[in-house]
């Protein structure tokens, strides 16, 4: 295989892996958006995978921030580093 070809390979293998990182953000915001919006919240910002919002009680903000325990805690990098070896924190 000569060097033109490795890289594009390459190239390929790291848009796969981008394209579906992104996709994995787009659905924890939507799931995200939903959880915030339905227990009275309002999002300010979304940046990756973090939401800045702001609630009419602290009853509805800690709602939300227990909804999100479990799904932290689900979280493997390999959902995003599906093609190569997860990083090793």
């Not at 009275?40 to 909804?67: K, P, Y």
């Not at 479990?70 to 580093?81: C, E, K, T």
């Amino acid at each position: 295989m000569s060097g033109t070809e490795l890289k594009q390979r390459l190239a390929a293998i790291l848009a796969a892996d981008e394209r579906a990182a992104v996709a994995a953000l787009d659905a924890a915001g939507a799931i995200f958006r939903t959880q915030i919006e339905s227990n009275q919240g309002r999002v300010i910002d979304m940046a990756g995978d973090s939401a800045l919002a702001v609630f009419e009680t602290a009853t509805g903000a800690v709602s939300t921030a227990q909804f999100d325990r479990p799904l932290a805690q689900a979280r493997r990098p390999s959902v995003i580093w599906s093609s190569r070896t997860p990083p090793s924190w």
